[in-house]
């Protein structure tokens, strides 16, 4: 098991308050000294914890043996604003040791699902829109941290969602040649993009350019992506081009859960 | 995979048979994003998705068809080590790369493309691509420099070119002339007429002047009698096909409009006329100084250029004097 080092003077935004006064309170009630050690799922539950604190301003306590699957549920569901405060919450929890990545493997993919439905949601939305504007400040705060996040599995998603939250046009800014992500990041990655090509066709509007040219970025990669990979971007052009993707994303969904799994 | 890959090719199959060009071209996008995947399917023995992707950019009448970031990938394909059967995908797809752009290292990409194009077994259709791809890079002024001086033989060749042939439209500009005809050899500019000379297409205005000019500067004069039956058969083919009206022509290329037909009309009419024009000054001189036999040197020699360049005949000023001994080849009067 990892642990990570949490003390309060690293959190200093908002979410970072309520994580340090929840840190006092275990103080209180533990009587720790200055620096408490926890392990990964822990973090994640404090995450929650701070997260539904911002959401309802009601903090209640989560039992350890329902708050995987709450903490998942609670991601899945989020919407675009507790999406950005999720991944602001575990990116606090994860990067509390000076930016060393400190995270453990649950801690991780919690940050990974969070980013990635974060992406999600910034992808559906129209860069000039006042939607994107009227955002919480949680990605401009992302990108103001002054920790690496390098070694993280959703470094590439971060990055990206730091772009797109910028707000600029068509996603030209994003350097795919610089975008070399882990077989397994990419793999989920490019199905959070079949999703959003998916909803973007249901209601009737394009595929944007930058999802296209990530789409041909990684087919055009030597040697090839994997096939789960290759599958994901071929159903996004399939998407595009006004096809009936149902049946075919049904298979490949079951092997992706597979493979993820 | 296949399940995909085969609801994409059923759809690129609707798309070229409902001939919608703007329709196809608002998803070439998502199109170029796929070329990357047929050409590794290609590579795997299966060559439909390739097929159905150079179909369908062909059916888009859109000579910007691909999109400009497949260009980092379209290069290694024409990489020295990588495989024919890539540099043969990217030979077939160049006619629908935009060739000039903030994207293209163009001196470096036209050598690897030029080199390529000797690397692969010839074929008709990827005659025609090269041919394409060539008028294409050197309507370009900045590009057309550097185009390796052999590229240029590919003309010679003539391929049937399609209707919708980016080529051959932006193939007619001036500087393309100017560039053939600064070749020196007789041959290619006279395939290269034969090939931009077309019922689907009119001719750049400046490219068109320059044609006329050239038909009485390098191809007048009684040696170049086989070449001016040679246009003139052409040219009243073409001008055949545009009597036969619009909707014929629309029905292979439905961009054609009534105005062009008109000053296709006109252009082709007028280079006819030239052509004809030359034959009539030849028969007359030949006629008015059949009595004195002697020909003049300007009838006989187009331009010396040419026969010293390509040593064909090397034919210096000639001196007027009576008698045959220096025309050995006139024909019988």
């Known amino acids: 098991m990892q642990f990570t080092t949490l003390t309060p003077y690293t959190i200093s935004t908002h979410i970072g308050d309520i994580v340090s006064r929840i840190y006092q309170q275990l103080k209180q009630i533990n009587g720790s000294p200055n620096t408490i050690q926890l392990n990964s799922k822990t973090i994640a539950i404090l995450a929650l914890w701070a997260i539904q604190f911002e959401i309802s301003n009601k903090p209640r306590l989560i039992n350890d043996q329902s708050s995987s699957t709450q903490l998942w549920g609670q991601i899945h569901t989020a919407n675009s604003v507790s999406g950005a405060i999720y991944l602001d919450a575990l990116l606090h929890c994860i990067k509390v040791n000076h930016g060393q990545v400190t995270g453990g493997p649950a801690l991780e993919q919690a940050t990974m699902v969070a980013s990635l439905h974060l992406l999600h949601a910034l992808s559906g939305v129209d860069p000039v829109s006042t939607v994107l504007r009227g955002m919480p400040q949680h990605p401009v705060r992302i990108s103001s941290h002054h920790s690496n996040f390098r070694g993280l599995l959703c470094y590439h998603t971060i990055n990206m969602i730091q772009i797109l939250s910028a707000g600029k046009q068509e996603g030209h800014s994003i350097g795919w040649t610089v975008h070399k992500p882990h077989p397994q990041e990419r793999t989920l990655f490019t199905n959070t993009l079949v999703q959003v090509a998916g909803e973007l066709r249901e209601s009737q509007r394009k595929v944007p350019c930058w999802i296209l040219r990530s789409v041909l970025r990684s087919l055009s990669l030597n040697p090839p992506p994997p096939t789960l990979v290759v599958v994901n971007c071929l159903l996004i052009i399939a998407i595009d081009l006004g096809c009936d993707v149902s049946s075919a994303r049904s298979t490949t969904l079951d092997q992706r859960y597979v493979c993820v799994k | 995979m296949n399940k995909v890959s085969t ?283 059949s009595s004195k036999l002697i020909f003049p040197p300007s009838l006989l020699t187009p331009t010396s250029t040419y026969r010293e360049t390509l040593d064909i005949h090397v034919c210096h000023p000639i001196p007027i004097v009576a008698g045959l001994e220096y025309f050995p080849l006139l024909p019988t009067l």
């Open chain 2, 7 to 289: 609801l994409i090719s059923q759809k690129l199959s609707t798309m070229i048979e409902a001939a919608n060009p703007h329709k196809i071209s608002s998803r070439r996008k998502a199109i170029t994003a796929l070329f990357p995947h047929a050409v590794q399917q290609q590579q795997n023995g299966h060559h439909e998705m390739l097929d159905a992707f150079l179909d369908v950019a062909r059916a888009s009448q859109n000579p910007r068809f691909m999109w400009r970031w497949v260009i980092p990938f379209f290069t290694t394909l024409l990489d020295k080590d990588s495989p024919p059967p890539q540099k043969q995908a990217a030979i077939l797809a160049s006619p629908h790369l935009l060739w000039w752009g903030s994207t293209v290292s163009g001196k470096q990409m036209i050598r690897q493309w030029a080199a390529a194009t000797s690397a692969i077994p010839y074929s008709d259709k990827v005659c025609t691509s090269v041919v394409d791809t060539l008028l294409r890079i050197a309507s370009n002024s900045t590009l057309e420099p550097h185009i390796p001086t052999r590229m240029w033989s590919w003309l010679n060749r003539q391929p049937s070119l399609p209707p919708v042939c980016a080529g051959r439209y932006f193939g007619s500009v001036w500087g393309v002339v100017e560039a053939i005809r600064a070749l020196a050899h007789l041959e290619i500019l006279k395939s290269y007429l034969l090939l931009i000379w077309s019922e689907w297409d009119h001719l750049y205005h400046g490219g068109h002047g320059e044609m006329c000019t050239l038909i009485k500067e390098d191809f007048g004069g009684v040696w170049m009698e086989h070449h001016r039956k040679d246009f003139l058969k052409h040219l009243d083919h073409i001008l055949g096909q545009l009597d036969l009206g619009l909707d014929h022509l629309q029905q292979h290329k439905p961009s054609l409009e009534k105005g062009s037909i008109k000053r296709m009309k006109e252009q082709y009419g007028k280079l006819k006329e030239v052509v004809v024009e030359e034959d009539k000054k030849v028969a007359m001189a030949l006629a008015r100084e």
